[in-house]
Nanobody, 115 residues
Framework: QAQLVESGGGLVQPGGSLRLSCAAS????????IGWFCRAPGKQRELVAT???????NYADSVKGRFTISRDNAKNTVYLQMNSLKPEDTAVYYC?????????WGQGTQVTVSS
């Protein structure tokens, strides 16, 4: 069954770090670019970062130099390392993948940056 499950969110102070995980079913992980998106309160969902099956990455300008996306092929997991967090990073973070033309989303994990 194709699915994505996020974890790793929480409450962190400004300037702190978190690592999010997206565990993907093998069917998605082996064939799909995986993306991290975020939805802040009252805003549209936005792209944060993507990683292809070959490991090529792409980042939103707002997170370049602070966030790093990576993938562990042995664990079928994509990570989002988030450093130097800011209050404006507060959002629900989702991962997305595709399989056989269908789009799949995880349930999301809440990240709150506050002192």
């Amino acid at each position: 069954q194709a699915q994505l499950v996020e974890s790793g969110g929480g409450l962190v102070q400004p300037g702190g770090s978190l690592r999010l995980s997206c565990a993907a079913s093998g069917s998605i992980f082996r064939t799909s670019t995986i993306g991290w998106f975020c939805r802040a309160p009252g805003k549209q969902r936005e792209l944060v970062a993507t990683i292809t099956t070959g490991g090529s990455t792409n980042y939103a300008d707002s997170v370049k130099g602070r966030f790093t996306i990576s993938r562990d092929n042995a664990k079928n997991t994509v990570y989002l390392q988030m450093n130097s967090l800011k209050p404006e990073d507060t959002a629900v973070y989702y991962c997305r993948g595709f399989f056989r033309g269908a789009e799949y989303w995880g349930q999301g994990t809440q990240v709150t940056v506050s002192s």
